[in-house]
T-cell receptor, first 112, second 115 residues
Framework: QQQVKQSPQSLIVQKGGISIINCAYE??????FPWYQQFPGKGPALLIA?????SEKKEGRFTISFNKSAKQFSLHIMDSQPGDSATYFC???????????FGTGTRLKVLA | GAGVSQSPSNKVTEKGKDVELRCDPI?????LYWYRQSLGQGLEFLIY????????KSGLPSDRFSAERTGGSVSTLTIQRTQQEDSAVYLC?????????????FGPGTRLTVL
């Protein structure tokens, strides 16, 4: 119940295309859902985050879609660029314990 | 201002030795998290501190792992009698507080290799 399931494991997209990464959870105590971007040799960095009281949040080319009833959320990267090539992690924070549970990551490669 | 720093950046040790990993959080951040990231894997929660207290130690893999935080600032993660399966990148993150959707800021990590 504490898991966050992330897919796909890897993704190859052409420059200018849309990258979509999906996550699913079961624990209804999760109340904060961030996405992180990680480049090789670096720590993860927050990309965008959402609370369950909204269904969508957009920041520039990055959009989170959130479906509370289905317990699913996804990251959309519009107009994907080679510089977006990185590993992306979804996460969920438990409102009671404040623990973060991370997905297993998606390695994105954007072809020039 | 300075971000989260971790030291050492790399540590190679022999099986059975003890190691200490250090995390310096962003000044003023009361919450501090430790994670473990194995090669090609996601982040595994180990422990978090709110101030100097660790409300949740459930993620520590075994009793060989311990952590402390002093003065509400620096934290040390200690692994005793290291095993080869302890090899991973250990990441530290800090945030203004532990709840309320406060952004976590990650350090660059310590890469631990146990021979």
């Amino acid at each position: 119940q504490q898991q966050v399931k992330q897919s796909p494991q890897s993704l190859i997209v052409q420059k200018g295309g849309i990258s979509i990464i999906n996550c699913a959870y079961e624990n209804t105590a999760f109340d904060y859902f961030p996405w992180y971007q990680q480049f090789p040799g670096k720590g993860p960095a927050l990309l965008i985050a959402i609370r369950p009281d909204v269904s969508e949040k957009k920041e520039g080319r990055f959009t989170i879609s959130f479906n509370k009833s289905a317990k699913q959320f996804s990251l959309h990267i519009m107009d994907s660029q080679p510089g977006d090539s990185a590993t992306y992690f979804c996460a969920a924070q438990d409102s009671g314990t404040y623990k973060y549970i991370f997905g297993t990551g998606t390695r994105l490669k954007v072809l020039a | 201002g300075a971000g989260v720093s971790q030291s050492p950046s790399n540590k190679v040790t022999e099986k059975g030795k003890d190691v200490e990993l250090r995390c310096d959080p962003i000044s003023g951040h009361t919450a501090l998290y430790w994670y473990r990231q194995s090669l090609g894997q996601g982040l595994e929660f180990l422990i978090y501190f709110q101030g100097n207290s660790a409300p949740d130690k459930s993620g520590l893999p075994s009793d060989r792992f311990s952590a402390e935080r002093t003065g509400g600032s620096v934290s040390t993660l200690t692994i005793q009698r290291t095993q080869q399966e302890d090899s991973a990148v250990y990441l530290c993150a800090s945030s203004l507080a532990s709840g309320g959707a406060n952004e976590q800021f990650f350090g660059p990590g310590t890469r631990l290799t146990v021979l």
